[in-house]
């Protein structure tokens, strides 16, 4: 009989903090997603820790109180990592650690975590690191015990300078090796996007687990790898596919999610090329969740960064088949109606379909309006190929035809 495998999960403790600009609602959603940033890392979540403050802790982020009832916690459960919701200083980092005594990592480790997990090509994990590297450097101080030293006194001094000096100028080495890596890589995938003819090129963007990959499942008839966590996808996926007898490019991009760090957008906008390089982009939105404009948003202010955010673009409103609205009692006279409330039939009549918003809604997983969605992804790469190639439009009816 085969034995089970059984997957152990590391303890952890999040901790954000409640301000003027993110008040206890806004604090509660980031921790649900720092909560399935940890879940996706391995790491089961025992409690949250909150606090209300005008601005963060210069010394412990949270002060010196709370970060004693943390203290407390994490000693009587045999806690292993305190995970806060916001990047950490160096200074910190270290001060914290001394308090914990425990691993103490920030969303943005946890993001870069995640993404050397999930890094399955030599070009992804070369991003990875490159991402790490530079994210490490002003934390060498922290990282390496054996560097405690460095406070210096009698016999002290020399070795701890010389040796840190020594880490530092092996981690800058190891960043210019990666980013020569990375440039080559780069020259070679525009060589390959140079061959592949003059197809009409379509790019999947969205959120993290809005369900990107699933939907080029279903229209490329492919195996892309699909899993209800974050940041499944990391490696670019190029499929050719044909809708009706109309052939086009169609690729699958990494997620973007929300307090992205600054280092993976540098590091990751060679891979976003794919987007940059699309003739219509198909943003695929998670509807069911309970703050998809604030996702929408995201995504809109990545693509704008890496200037693409005035290309052709598809509004995919998927997961219907997950979509609940909140109800008002009719006994209820105090609730007010609010987005929460609104039916898929009211959330149709709002922005999503003003003059300029092209809005479908689907369920790639049930493969709801699937057809609807064809025929409209068919007329607008048709409109582009025409445009293009005026002299050869009769290849392509009007009409999209299954």
């Not at 054996?146 to 530092?168: A, F, N, Y």
């Not at 959120?207 to 195996?223: A, R």
């Not at 590091?267 to 939105?285: C, G, N, Q």
């Not at 409209?376 to 999209?400: A, G, M, Q, S």
């Amino acid at each position: 009989m085969l034995e089970q495998t059984t997957i152990e999960y590391e303890k952890a403790v999040l901790i954000g903090l409640i301000t003027q600009q993110q008040d206890e609602e806004k604090s509660e959603e980031y921790l649900d997603e720092l909560e399935f940033l940890a879940y996706t890392a391995g790491g089961e979540v025992l409690k949250r820790f909150t606090q209300k403050m005008d601005k963060p802790d210069a010394k412990t982020f949270i002060g010196s109180g709370k970060m004693e009832m943390v203290r407390e916690f994490v000693e009587a459960n045999d806690v292993g990592t305190a995970i806060f919701d916001d990047e950490l200083s160096p200074a910190q980092q270290k001060n914290i650690e001394k308090i914990l005594k425990c691993k103490v990592i920030d969303r943005t480790y946890l993001i870069l975590d995640i993404f050397a997990q999930r890094a399955q090509t030599s070009y992804a994990r070369t991003q990875v690191e490159l991402a790490q590297y530079e994210y490490l450097l002003p934390r060498l101080m922290g990282l390496w015990t054996h560097l405690e030293r460095q406070r210096g006194g009698i016999g002290m001094r020399g070795p701890g300078e010389t040796e840190i000096e020594t880490d530092r100028r092996i981690v800058r080495d190891r960043i210019s090796l990666l980013k020569k890596k990375i440039k080559k890589i780069d020259k070679q995938m525009e060589v390959q996007r140079g061959n592949r003819g003059s197809l009409v090129r379509v790019a999947l963007v969205g959120y993290t687990n809005v369900g990107k990959s699933t939907l080029m499942n279903v229209i490329s008839k492919s195996e892309v790898f699909a899993e209800n966590k974050l940041f499944a996808t990391l490696d670019t996926t190029v499929r050719k596919v044909v809708i009706g007898n109309l052939p086009f490019l169609l690729s699958d991009t990494v997620g973007f999610i929300r307090k992205l760090p600054t280092q993976l957008v540098e590091s990751f906008k060679s891979t976003l090329d794919e987007v940059r390089e699309a003739d219509l982009l198909l943003h695929v939105v998670d509807i069911s969740h309970a703050s998809f404009e604030d996702h929408i948003a995201s995504v809109n202010q990545i693509l704008d960064e890496i200037k693409s955010a005035d290309k052709p673009t598809l509004m995919v409103f998927n997961k219907i088949d997950a979509y609940e609205p909140e109800v008002i009692e009719e006994d209820d006279l105090v609730t007010e109606k609010t987005k929460a409330h609104f039916s898929l039939k009211e959330w149709k009549q709002t922005w999503m379909q003003r003059e300029n918003t092209d809005a479908i809604f689907i369920s790639a997983l049930n493969k709801e309006n699937l057809e609807e969605f064809r025929k409209t992804v068919y007329d607008k790469v048709r409109d582009i190929h025409v445009t293009r190639f005026p002299y050869n439009n009769f290849l392509y009816p009007e009409e999209y035809v299954e």
